[in-house]
């Protein structure tokens, strides 16, 4: 089992910029498909984005695509999502996912953070 701490969620105005971080630990990260996800108040949880152990492939939700990015760190065991051109519909607590498994990551089948607030003001 991995363990996952998310950091990096604050307030910032429409049209800003984030960067979440989610440190991982307890196995061998290197191996490991990863993926971010959001949850808005009232609202299901919902796919933001996913990257495979190599860091060659990623796959984004409609919603953010050409605004975030996903990207890791093998040496630190870290994945990062960079938030640019934010909206206010982007506001969510984002959690991030990890798993053997690409499809599992991208199944919600994965091991959970316990989240970051992201709050965009209009």
């Known amino acids: 089992q991995v363990q996952l701490v998310e950091s990096g969620g604050g307030l910032v105005q429409a049209g800003g910029s984030l960067r979440l971080s989610c440190a991982a630990s307890?196995?061998?990260?290197?191996?490991?498909?990863m993926g971010w996800f959001r949850q808005a108040p009232g609202k299901e949880r919902e796919f933001v984005a996913i990257i495979d152990w190599k860091g060659g492939y990623t796959s984004y939700a409609d919603s953010v695509k050409g605004r975030f990015t996903i990207s890791r760190d093998i040496a630190k065991n870290t994945m990062y999502l960079q938030m640019n051109s934010l909206r206010p519909t982007d506001t969510a607590i984002y959690y991030c996912?990890?798993?053997?498994?690409?499809?599992?990551?991208?199944?919600?089948?994965?091991?959970w953070g316990q989240g970051t607030q992201v709050t965009v003001s209009s």
């Open positions: 307890g196995r061998t990260f290197s191996n490991y498909a």
């Open positions: 996912n990890a798993d053997i498994s690409p499809l599992t990551v991208r199944n919600s089948g994965g091991s």
